[in-house]
């Protein structure tokens, strides 16, 4: 390993491995050798050409640097030894030796953490920092304002604690059906139970807490003890006012967490329910209409009403839907009103989907490239996990709206050929999405994978198998499969 030189003898007597009496310009080992002495050997050596020695061709001397200009980012450096100038050429020109320094950077200590609070914020904070974050901070935007609140709430804190702990061992790939087993949950529920029976059901920490655990269970692999956290979520988002204005933590949880109250069919029907008020509906709209501040989103700027409006015909498709399925007979004309209705709101996201792909090739956050391993021929790379999750999910609520129209259409006849073209095409630019999806992380490959199942519908047998690899390449790394 190199290090700083320690000797300033020659380098011959370097070669020779011998003690250099550093006599120069010419040492005495050199002298008796009849050899020529290369002198010392230091750090950095400097050497006042004069004029006289431009005449001389044989003489290779470097060209002119270039100085380094005021105010540049450089360290100033510090001269620690040196020895006075001697002649050098039969005295044309002077050499000196000296040994310059780095200053000694004086590092910041780390802060101590002393309370649990500033473990658990630290723990946290580096799996964020560490960029792990693709997949499980889209699904939860409220984790970088949790440090900041830990030392308010011991519930909140135990709960974030069994998150990272989980979290951790998902990436560790550990076996999903121990994640949870652990004196962390145990923890995490005490905790909870406290926070309840000492009058604190309804404070933003504990609603925080409860969708931590809600998450731990649908993210790490228990989906099925999921449902008694969404329960409580409901319950509380139902009881308490609207969100604290400023209160980002409060903001973004009340916002992620809405469709659980306004949706009773996730949680089935409830004694309890109430319409949503004013502020709610506000709040929703709010947010809803706003575009992600990112800047990998702005190829989206300007379409999110298109998607919006298509998304919040969706339940009274499905009730229409029901419907028709309950008495196809005499729902001839609703069936027609509805797939006309269908066709409309496609046509209008397909071209919402060549505005964004258009916006996002010339910007750059999305990359179409060829690939001759892959049988569609090109595929997509995306800015972020973030960006290719919205990109996949306008592209299967397409699908969505195609795939009803289409079995609509065949309840009173044969299926529309141009329908079922249209949906191959889109399935193929969906496909082109797999490869991206095969390099992800665990989290994000088990977040995207169930918008991007459904389009293996219509891939053919050699297609299928193709696509069917490239996620089981993808699952050979997921933590959910126990060896």
């Known amino acids: ?8 003898r020659c380098q011959n007597c370097r070669e020779r491995k011998i003690k250099c009496d550093q006599n120069w310009p010419r040492c005495g080992h050199c002298k008796r050798a009849n050899r020529s002495c290369s002198g010392p050997s ?19 001397c470097k060209s002119q640097t270039t100085p380094i200009p005021p105010g540049s980012e450089t360290e100033a450096t510090i001269l620690v030894n040196h020895h006075p100038l001697r002649p050098f050429n039969d005295g044309s020109a002077s050499y000196g030796v000296f040994r310059l320094e780095a200053p000694c950077i004086v590092e910041v200590p780390r802060a101590r953490l002393t309370t649990s609070a500033d473990r658990v914020s630290a723990r946290l904070a580096g799996l964020l920092e560490r960029g792990f974050e693709a997949g499980v901070r889209i699904q939860m935007s409220y984790l970088p304002f949790l440090p900041q609140r830990l030392s308010r709430s011991a519930c909140l804190r135990d709960c974030t604690g069994l998150f990272c702990y989980a979290w951790n061992g998902y990436r560790r790939r550990e076996p999903v059906s121990k994640l949870l087993l652990t004196s962390h949950y145990n923890k995490a529920i005490r905790s909870l139970q406290h926070a309840i029976t000492g009058g604190q059901t309804y404070d933003v920490e504990t609603l925080c807490a409860i969708a931590l655990l809600e998450r731990a269970s649908s993210l790490f692999g228990q989906p099925q003890s999921a449902l008694a956290h969404r329960h409580a979520i409901r319950h509380v988002l139902q009881a308490k006012r609207g969100p604290t204005s400023g209160d980002e933590l409060d903001i973004t949880l009340t916002y992620e967490n809405q469709w659980l109250k306004a949706l009773p069919a996730v949680t089935g029907p409830s004694d ?4 949503l008020d004013p502020g709610w509906l506000e709040l929703i709209e709010k947010f809803q209409s706003e575009p992600p501040v990112a800047e990998e989103f702005s190829c989206f700027s300007g379409e999110f009403s298109f998607i919006k409006e298509a998304a919040g015909k969706m339940i009274p498709w499905i009730g229409d839907i029901g419907q028709i399925l309950g008495s196809p007979a005499t729902m001839k004309g609703l069936q027609e009103v509805l797939v006309q209705d269908l066709f409309h709101h496609e046509k209008v996201l397909e071209a919402v989907t060549v505005r964004v792909l258009d916006r996002g090739l010339v910007l750059g956050s999305i990359i179409e490239m060829p690939d001759l391993t892959f049988f569609a021929g090109r595929k997509y790379d995306f800015a972020s996990v973030a960006l290719a999750h919205y990109f996949a999910e306008l592209l299967a609520v397409r699908r969505g709206i195609l795939r009803i129209a289409n079995d609509l259409i065949a309840l009173y006849g044969p299926p529309d050929e141009s329908v079922l073209e249209s949906f191959r095409q889109m399935s193929i630019q969906q496909w082109m999405i797999f490869p991206y999806l095969s390099q992800m992380n665990a989290v994000s490959h088990h977040f995207l994978t169930p918008c991007m199942k459904p389009f293996l519908e219509v891939a053919s047998g050699l297609e299928n198998k193709f696509l069917v690899d490239l996620l089981s390449s993808a699952n050979r790394h997921h933590p959910t499969v126990e060896n």
Do not use: A, C, E, Y
């Not at 390993?1 to 300033?8: A, E, F, H, L, Y």
């Open 1 to 8: 390993m190199t290090g700083v030189r320690r000797s300033q």
């Open 272 to 275: 309890n329910d109430v319409p």
């Open 42 to 60: 230091p750090l950095t050596k400097f050497v006042d050409q004069s004029s006289d020695l431009q005449l001389q061709p044989d003489i290779n």
